[in-house]
């Protein structure tokens, strides 16, 4: 007995797909960024010799290895960062051209598809926002101090150390808290710091880089938040596919999800109409939108 | 004995296989962006935003906006100086031993008069210092001081016309295929107050490395729009016909020519 919800709108399953597209390329895309100067530093400026994060190549007899090297902590990361094995030998490059956008090293290929996508990703964002805040539905996850007492419970729940979950909406506690910092912390902030790179911005707004601790420490915040993005994704892709991944995709394509204990939302009036794959009460025009009727 | 190295042998065979799927959808991936960046069609979609990005910030920085400028312990003690190297010609090297006798700026193009300008003629023409920060495409950052002449006190001598609207610098410096540098910016950044042509840097003679006798200076814009080893400015209404048509030695090259991002 299948009971169908409607839980994805047509803008949210859009704009989810588009963003992971631009998510995705803006990743590959900064690395090849990075590369051109694979260090990290703090304040307005980049002496060399205070570079406290660095990925690099050393000749070792012959031998090129790589080395991440944090404060005074190294470590070999031959064979993935520093150095790649090509036709040619081995080739000094921090991340490997597999996960970089283009492959080739090449700086200003980087820049072209970093500020394509970061314009699409931008406005992307911004349709999402305007249309679920229109809605309502970015309630339904924004995470409020009740939320965080119910934390603990949700970690032993998913622990197997507590028989009941304490969700109570249709997200969880640490749902709403990975959806609230990414929605409201990590994305601000991310493009905050991008734009804080820009030299034409800089002159306007003196205060822009001077948040962060200055240009450099802007750059250093950008790459870090990225790893952040990257973690919030991984765990992201982790709770689908250990959640029913065939349920959870269908429903970000299609926006219906079978729910166990739910009425089924047909009892409620509603159908899916086959042209659109859209929801519609019946009693109404079939031509409707039938998108209201998620709020139910 | 015989069933276990089979097992061993199924065990590999699938590592194998996987490692194998999993090189060949890196490559795969990997191949895919290339070519894609290579596509024409596709690389003009990517690089159709810099019009938005120079509109955009153009637009956020409104004008008489200055860059910030930092004091004198901010200055960086290690200042690289990327780029090509410096035109190591015997008329270059003759004239920067002895203070640049025969050196002169030439300015000209869309203008009402065109001029020639010695160093001593551009050091007793009104200055400007500045302790600015430079920010290089790569993504590093230094301090230095700068002291030359405001871009805009030339542009009031030599008037240029109402069509005129690309500052074009051409250089002395070249690469190893012996293409010569130069830059392009437009009236907007050449009328800044604190784009510059610099003489001096931190204090000092402009050293070699850096560009001398002169290098622009403009603090809306990225090191690589920064001309050094100028030897001519000419006024444009286009750069289209100039070197491969883009505005630049760097743009040539596939880097923006909007280079506030």
């Known amino acids: 007995m299948a009971n169908l919800a409607y839980r994805h709108n047509r803008i949210t399953r859009l704009t989810h797909w588009v963003n992971a597209l631009a998510l995705l390329i803006l990743f590959m895309s900064g690395l090849q960024i990075f590369n051109a100067y694979p260090h990290l530093h703090w304040g307005s400026k980049a002496e060399p010799e205070e570079a406290f994060f660095s990925i690099y190549a050393a000749d070792e007899d012959g031998d090129i290895r790589g080395y991440a090297r944090f404060f005074g902590w190294r470590v070999d990361t031959t064979g993935i960062l520093g150095v790649q094995q090509t036709d040619m030998g081995p080739f000094p490059r921090a991340f490997p051209s597999w996960i970089t956008i283009p492959g080739f090293f090449w700086l200003a290929g980087g820049r072209r598809w970093h500020f394509f996508f970061a314009w699409l990703f931008a406005l992307n964002g911004f349709l999402y926002f305007l249309y679920n805040l229109g809605r309502g539905h970015m309630r339904k996850f924004l995470f409020s101090p009740y939320d965080a007492g119910k934390i603990l419970p949700m970690i032993l729940y998913y622990l197997r150390l507590r028989s009941e979950s304490p969700q109570e909406g249709e997200y969880n506690p640490l749902q709403k808290m990975a959806y609230t910092g990414v929605f409201f912390i990590l994305t601000p902030l991310i493009i905050l710091s991008g734009l804080a790179m820009s030299p034409q911005l800089d002159v306007a707004f003196n205060w822009l880089p001077a948040i962060f601790g200055g240009r450099q420490s802007a750059r250093t915040v950008h790459f870090l938040l990225t790893f952040l993005f990257a973690f919030f994704t991984f765990g992201h892709i982790f709770m689908v596919i250990t959640t029913g991944m065939i349920n959870n995709m269908r429903c970000m394509v299609t926006g219906w999800y079978i729910e166990k204990g739910l009425k089924d939302s047909r009892d409620e009036g509603l159908t899916l109409n086959p042209e659109t794959l859209e929801p519609t009460e019946v009693v109404s025009k079939p031509e409707s939108e039938g998108l209201r009727n998620e709020q139910k | ?261």
């Open chain 2, 1 to 261: 004995m015989n069933k276990n190295s089979q097992a061993i042998s199924r065990r590999k065979l699938l590592l194998g296989a996987l490692q194998g799927a999993g090189v060949l959808l890196l490559s795969g991936c990997e191949n895919i962006f290339n070519q894609l960046h290579q596509n024409r069609k596709v690389l003009s979609l990517l690089e159709s935003v810099e019009g938005l990005n120079r509109r955009l910030l153009r637009f956020l920085t409104g004008s008489n906006k200055l860059a910030q400028e930092f004091s004198e312990k901010d200055i960086s003690r290690t200042f690289k100086p990327n780029g090509n190297p410096p035109p190591f010609t015997m008329e270059y090297v003759k004239n920067a031993m002895s203070g640049w006798p025969s050196w002169k700026l030439e300015v000209g193009g869309l203008v009402k008069q065109p001029g020639q300008f010695s160093l001593n003629d551009l050091k007793a023409m009104p200055a400007r210092s500045q302790i600015t920060r430079h920010d290089c495409v790569e993504g590093w950052s230094a301090i230095g001081k700068w002291k030359g002449v405001p871009l805009i006190e030339i542009v009031k001598l030599v008037q240029p016309q109402p069509e005129a609207r690309y500052a074009v610098f051409y250089c002395l410096d070249t690469d190893t295929e012996g293409n010569n540098f130069y830059e392009s910016i437009d009236m907007v950044d050449a009328s800044h107050p604190q784009t510059i042509l610099a003489y001096e840097m931190n204090d000092r003679p402009l050293p070699v490395e850096h560009g001398a006798p002169l290098r622009l200076r403009v603090e809306t814009q990225l090191g690589y729009k920064m001309a050094k080893y100028i030897q001519r400015i000419e006024f444009v209404a286009s750069y289209k016909e100039i070197s491969q048509g883009r505005g630049g030695y760097w743009e040539d090259r596939g880097y923006e020519w909007y280079a506030g991002i």
